[in-house]
């Protein structure tokens, strides 16, 4: 099957300006964090839509949207499809959105053109992926994997002090013992804004993910001791911001000694008393380290910290390094990967094969289901920003992508 262009799939733009309206800002942002009031009138808004484009509609007990459209033949397992709902503060309108609104416009295109599919297909808005409101990422898309139970986010609170299953019951979601867990899904399909610039660099209308990068994110705290910057020379100090500076620098350094594709960032810093005169007493630094291999993390995580306590222990300096995430790399499924291939030589379509360094719900799927990740270009790689933008022709193209990959999959 080849799909022409036509005016369903330009209404894509409309759609997400409309689901854009539920959080929006004053800077033409969106804010739509997981439970909140604008959370839930997208989620219900939605509910709507899905309803009026004939699909079975139904929650889960957590918040997890669903849009089911029956299969005649193979009804047990579904492909399911879709992406986020939440944003991060101020963020824009395409990150999550999209993969929602592309897939139930593909759903429905597919419904109007071809009638009932063959398998089941399910378009789902998933509650929650960013971690914005709560310290907990891919609540989600984690609870329908089966990696998150509810008494995890039991003490979770919010930057207002509100407890995660207060904000869940203010939304419509009281905590049950229901598990969202499923066990009857065949694949997982997301179409996703790029957030970065390399499809645009390259001038490619999609990339084909290929791997989920691994994600490691540590704090790490050094102690030395507070004195007078006038009056302690410099071989009787133990400086935490001295020693802070040397292993961040070192860190960045090695990180092309060991593998051109390993990203480090060291993006949170405090110090302590953060006074001109006084030296340092402690140092805190956050230290976020991403690959795609997992042998390659653990190599560049073992040699950097080696460094760092042997140092600390020369010097006389506490060194305390504590690990607050830890999401290991994920491959996207081989025959999938192969379909989309299929599909976008078929269409005619520039499109790159690529990693991506971004964690996105596929990551969760893809140790649960096989699992398709397909991005679209951003402007700029600009993301989680109001000046996050996709052209119009870049949103209809992953939108007909996915008409056809889904046409190939239950028809």
């Not at 036509?6 to 804010?31: I, Q």
């Not at 824009?92 to 609104?101: E, L, R, S, W």
């Not at 416009?105 to 929650?128: D, F, M, N, R, W």
Request: glycine content about 8%; aromatic content about 8%.
């Amino acid at each position: 099957m080849q799909t022409t262009i036509n005016m369903e799939t330009v209404e894509v733009e409309k759609w997400l300006n409309w689901l854009s309206s539920f959080g929006a800002t004053k800077n033409d942002g969106v804010t739509r964090l997981l439970y909140d009031d604008s959370w839930k009138k997208a989620q219900m808004a939605l509910k709507e839509k899905m309803a009026e484009a004939g699909l079975k509609v139904s929650f889960d007990s957590i918040g997890n949207l669903f849009g089911r459209l029956e299969g005649t033949e193979i009804k047990e397992k579904a492909i399911l499809t879709g992406s986020h709902i939440d944003t991060v503060v101020d963020g824009g309108k395409y990150d999550g959105a999209y993969g929602v609104i592309a897939s139930l416009l593909a759903v429905q295109y597919l419904y109007k053109h071809h009638g009932l599919p063959k398998k089941t297909i399910e378009v789902v808005s998933l509650c929650e992926e960013e971690g914005s409101r709560f310290p907990l990422a891919f609540w989600g898309s984690g609870s329908i994997t089966g990696k998150y139970k509810l008494e995890d986010s039991k003490e979770l609170k919010d930057a207002n002090s509100i407890p995660f299953h207060t904000a869940m019951e203010l939304a419509g979601f009281p905590p049950s013992n229901q598990s969202s867990v499923r066990d009857d899904i065949a694949s997982f399909i997301e179409v996703h804004i790029e957030q970065g610039a390399v499809l645009e660099k390259e001038k490619k209308s999609l990339g084909i993910v290929t791997h989920i990068v691994g994600q490691r994110r540590f704090t790490i705290k050094i102690t030395g001791e507070s004195n007078h910057a006038g009056t302690t020379p410099m071989n009787y100090r133990k400086d935490s911001m001295h020693m802070a500076s040397e292993f961040i620098a070192y860190a960045m350094n090695k990180v092309a000694e060991i593998d051109e594709s390993l990203v480090a960032t060291v993006g949170k810093l405090t110090v302590s008393p953060n006074v001109p005169n006084v030296i340092p007493n402690e140092v805190v630094f956050t230290l976020d380290v991403r690959h795609h291999q997992e042998e390659t993390l653990d190599q560049y995580c073992k040699r950097i910290f080696a460094h760092f306590e042997n140092i600390c222990l020369e010097k006389g300096i506490e060194l305390d390094i504590s690990q607050w995430v830890d999401v290991k790399p994920v491959k996207m499924d081989e025959n999938l990967i192969d379909m989309a291939d299929y599909v976008l030589q078929d269409l005619s379509l520039p499109y790159k094969k690529m990693i991506s360094g971004a964690g996105h719900d596929s990551q969760m799927f893809g140790t649960f289901c096989p699992t398709a990740l397909l991005f679209v270009p951003s402007e700029k790689g600009i993301s989680h920003s109001p000046l996050e933008f996709t052209k119009i022709e870049d949103l209809k193209n992953g939108v007909i992508v996915l008409i056809e990959l889904l046409h190939k999959l239950a028809y």
